[in-house]
């Protein structure tokens, strides 16, 4: 999600199982520019967390639900130099711990352990030769339990899965697409390897990948 500055706005976890909801206290720090957030579970501390990080690389906060407050992350990502490009984005969460796109020497996936509050780097992919520019749509998901990166431009669309976590030479292409100028993003991968595509101002497609 965005917070847009000078728009008041109040945060709201909802349970749609059990039609449960709890509103989440303030930000302790600033809120006035523009972040991006994610809901998670820890697994080592028995807990909810929600994490925002300041597109801006000012500050990041992390809320544990048993404690109810807000905390600032004081190992920020922006001490190495990443770029980041997660407006609007879902963080992608999985192994316990929060993924985005950044740039940090080259492009790389960034990644917050909600346990011990880490970042780390995830090289991208080797894409043999084909050539990512500026202007490409790049993004970061969790498709069947799996890390995934995907890029797009005018022509095609890229998806590519990290088939053992932590792994680089693990990245697999699952597939690649023509794109007709539109730029699909990954939402769910089925059991029989079918990926359901969400094409913006047309209909959700599936493909089928290569695992």
């Given at each position: 999600m965005e917070i847009w500055p000078g728009k008041p706005y109040r945060f709201l976890l909802w349970n749609p199982s059990t039609r449960e909801s709890i509103i989440?206290?303030?930000?302790?720090?600033?809120?006035?520019?523009?972040y991006a957030y994610g809901l998670g579970y820890d697994s080592t501390n028995d807990d909810y967390k929600v994490v925002k990080i300041d597109i801006?690389?000012?500050?990041?906060?992390?809320?544990?639900?048993k404690s109810g407050s807000w905390k600032r992350i004081h190992e920020t990502s922006g001490r190495v130099d990443y770029y980041r490009r997660c407006e609007g984005?879902?963080?992608?969460?999985?192994?316990?711990?929060?993924?985005?796109?950044?740039?940090?020497?080259?492009?790389?996936?960034?990644?917050?352990?909600?346990?011990?509050?880490?970042y780390e780097i995830i090289p991208f992919p080797e894409t043999s030769g084909l050539q990512i520019s500026s202007d490409d749509e790049l993004g970061v998901s969790v498709l069947g339990g799996m890390?995934?990166?995907?890029?797009?431009?005018?022509?095609?669309?890229?998806?590519?899965?990290m088939k053992t976590y932590g792994v680089k030479e693990s990245w697999t292409n699952l597939f690649t697409i023509p794109t007709n100028e539109q730029h699909p993003?990954?939402?769910?991968?089925?059991?029989?390897?079918?990926?359901?595509?969400?094409?913006y101002c047309s209909a959700a497609r599936i493909y089928s990948s290569q695992l």
């Open positions: 989440l206290p303030h930000l302790e720090f600033s809120d006035e520019e523009l801006n690389d000012q500050v990041d906060e992390i809320l544990a639900l984005e879902c963080l992608a969460f999985v192994h316990g711990t929060f993924h985005w796109y950044g740039y940090s020497g080259g492009r790389v996936v960034v990644s917050l352990n909600i346990s011990s509050e880490k890390l995934c990166v995907y890029f797009s431009n005018e022509i095609t669309f890229n998806l590519w899965a993003t990954p939402m769910y991968r089925f059991s029989n390897g079918e990926v359901l595509l969400n094409v």
